[in-house]
């Protein structure tokens, strides 16, 4: 049973910084790629970040680009994501996913993660 817990979301004002945790349990984490995508009220579910396995291959959709960075610690099982100059538009319900295993990694498609986490909220207050 793979298990994905977040941890880190809060309010924060415009301009501070966050960072997020996801930590894995039941799957060699090492292995596998690791994504972040976020959920605002009213919206779809949209890509932020994902990492692959090894620490040079990160992608971020554009608009955090710059401002989030996405890091892993194979040793504690852990995916982070740092996020600075935070914007009311940041907004939304954070969730971590693990990479699905046997098929093409599309690591900007929901579909391409078989493993999510619950969720952490994150309020950007202007």
């Known amino acids: 049973q793979v298990q994905l817990v977040e941890s880190g979301g809060g309010l924060v004002q415009a301009g501070g910084s966050l960072r997020l945790s996801c930590t894995a349990s039941?799957?060699?984490?090492?292995?596998?790629?690791m994504g972040w995508f976020r959920q605002a009220p009213g919206k779809e579910r949209e890509f932020v970040a994902a990492m692959g396995r090894r620490e040079d291959s990160t992608y971020y959709a554009d608009s955090v680009k710059g401002r989030f960075t996405i890091s892993r610690d194979n040793a504690k099982n852990t995916v982070y994501l740092q996020m600075n100059s935070l914007k009311p538009e940041d907004t939304a319900v954070y969730y971590c996913?693990?990479?699905?295993?046997?098929?093409?990694?599309?690591?900007?498609?929901?579909?391409?993660?078989?493993?999510w986490g619950q969720g952490t909220r994150v309020t950007v207050s202007s």
């Open positions: 996913a693990t990479q699905r295993p046997g098929s093409l990694w599309y690591k900007a498609q929901a579909t391409s993660y078989d493993y």
């Open positions: 039941g799957r060699l984490f090492s292995g596998y790629g």
